[in-house]
């Protein structure tokens, strides 16, 4: 049965057409999916995140559970507020799922998860909290936006009291704090500034509605693609799943090898370290006309390979995508276009960065 969250009829009354995303009846777009990213990029957006799962970490052992969940080292985690974002893997260093998790304290951590590995990560997560005395606690009473753009942040700290907004004001990038009642973090998935926000669910709708009033555009899935894609950042089950590793999905830099630290799929991924990583994701761009799509064959010196992320770049008029191929010097790259080898060039992504196509894109 297809899930709904606290905003379903607030999107339909603006208009959104509604479709299945994981299992969740969510808004592709309002009108124009082309219109929304560039809102987003030049001003503020609002989405609706509330499929994604959270999950409050409660024990004395916490922090050594995650530090043998994840890839990426929670010691880095020192100041309450402060995320970190890594990958869980499998024993064969597979990517279960990319998730973030926020220090609390030293008894309390928060680990947000993605809506479609919801069924998997939380069995998985309470098997071995289990061992570690921890308790998993699902927030289904909170609800999630992101309000995203350069003008973002304003919106927001225009809609808090005094002392909440300048608490948020002074938020460095991956840290969160409590304000008003709501949890504040600066993180996104779209490479502009701005913030992810739990809202209790008796004030979610009021909130959505301020923050329209305040300027910020109701924005879909669609345009959330595009702008994440922009960003380089990876999609878990396009980009990334139990088969690739982090080093293969470009994520070596969530990964710490620590002295140590015995998590979970390490001996895999120093395996294939010292034997040589077989697969690499680049960043390809097409300068002709055309759309890169997932699924299309990539061709490179050092092999044939296929286009996991594909779309139309509306930042920069162009066709984007991140592909996976061989290890080693691609050489000369073309892409299999309804049975035509099309010439793209390889860059280095991300492709856009604060609304500005990088160099050599």
């Not at 916490?62 to 869980?88: E, I, T």
């Amino acid at each position: 049965m297809t899930q709904k969250t606290i905003y379903n009829q607030t999107h339909r009354a603006h208009g959104a057409k509604m479709v299945d995303f994981g299992g969740w009846d969510m808004p592709i777009h309002y009108g124009s999916q082309i219109e929304e990213h560039h809102q987003v990029r030049r001003d503020a957006g609002i989405f609706d995140i509330s499929h994604m799962t959270v999950l409050d970490l409660h024990g004395a052992r916490v922090r050594p559970l995650l530090k043998h969940l994840v890839a990426n080292s929670v010691d880095k985690l020192a100041k309450p507020g402060k995320a970190l974002y890594s990958c869980m893997l499998t024993e064969g260093g597979g990517v279960i799922d990319d998730l973030i998790v926020y220090y609390m304290s030293e008894e309390f951590f928060r680990v947000v998860v993605n809506a479609a590995t919801r069924d998997k990560d939380l069995p998985w997560i309470e098997a071995h909290a289990r061992a570690f005395g921890v308790t998993v606690t699902e927030r289904r009473d909170l609800a999630m936006v992101a309000v995203q753009g350069p003008n973002a942040r304003a919106k927001v700290m225009g809609l808090l009291s005094p002392g909440a907004a300048q608490a948020v004001g002074r938020l460095g990038k991956f840290v969160a704090t409590e304000a008003d009642g709501l949890f504040v973090a600066r993180t996104g998935y779209t490479g502009e500034d701005g913030f992810e926000i739990m809202v209790p669910a008796a004030q979610a709708i009021e909130f959505w509605n301020r923050l329209v009033a305040a300027g910020a555009k109701p924005t879909g899935l669609g345009a959330r693609d595009t702008l994440r894609l922009e960003a380089g950042m990876a999609l878990y089950g396009q980009d990334m799943d139990e088969s690739v590793s982090p080093y293969e999905a470009g994520l070596a830099w969530t990964v710490a090898l620590d002295e140590g630290r015995d998590f979970i799929g390490r001996a895999a991924l120093e395996k294939q370290q010292a034997a040589g990583v077989p697969r690499q994701t680049i960043g390809l761009v097409m300068d002709d006309k055309g759309v890169l799509r997932h699924g299309q064959a990539v061709f490179t010196a050092a092999g044939a390979g296929e286009i996991l992320s594909g779309t139309f770049s509306p930042t920069l008029g162009k066709a984007i995508a991140l592909a996976r191929v061989p290890a080693g010097a691609v050489g000369a790259v073309e892409v299999d276009i309804r049975g035509k080898r099309v010439p793209v060039r390889v860059v280095k992504y991300p492709f856009v960065r604060d609304g500005v196509a990088q160099a050599g894109v």
